[in-house]
């Protein structure tokens, strides 16, 4: 069993910060990318940043410069930075991460998303 708990979504104003974190537990044999997606309502889910195990970050475009992605690999957890936030920030934020699950007897299986519960980030005035 694999889990991604999440935490540090809230209400923040505009301008403002706001810290996420998302620890892996569980079963895990390694993991590979970790990623933040968002979902707006009436929108589909999208990439906000992705760090591999090796420390190469990816980042959308519109949250280029004002979003830090980081990781810890020796406790599977990653973190997002969010600085100067805007009111089209405002979205449920899902931790993602690529990960290869060990099955008892069997050993580690074949890489699979997980996906954390979800925190709500809210950016308003």
């Known amino acids: 069993q694999v889990q991604l708990v999440e935490s540090g979504g809230g209400l923040v104003q505009p301008g403002g910060s706001l810290r996420l974190s998302c620890a892996a537990s569980?079963?895990?044999?390694?993991?590979?990318?970790m990623g933040w997606y968002r979902q707006a309502p009436g929108k589909q889910r999208e990439l906000v940043a992705s760090?591999?195990?090796?420390?190469?970050?990816n980042y959308a475009d519109s949250v280029k410069v004002r979003f830090t992605i980081s990781r810890d690999n020796a406790l599977n957890t990653v973190r997002l930075q969010m600085n100067s936030l805007k009111p089209e920030d405002t979205a449920v934020y899902y931790c993602?991460?690529?990960?290869?699950?060990?099955?008892?007897?069997?050993?580690?299986?074949?890489?699979?998303?997980?996906w954390g519960q979800g925190t709500q980030v809210t950016v308003s005035s």
């Open positions: 993602n991460a690529n990960l290869r699950r060990n099955f008892a007897h069997y050993g580690p299986l074949p890489p699979s998303d997980y």
């Open positions: 569980g079963s895990i044999f390694s993991i590979n990318a």
């Open positions: 760090i591999t195990s090796g420390g190469i970050t």
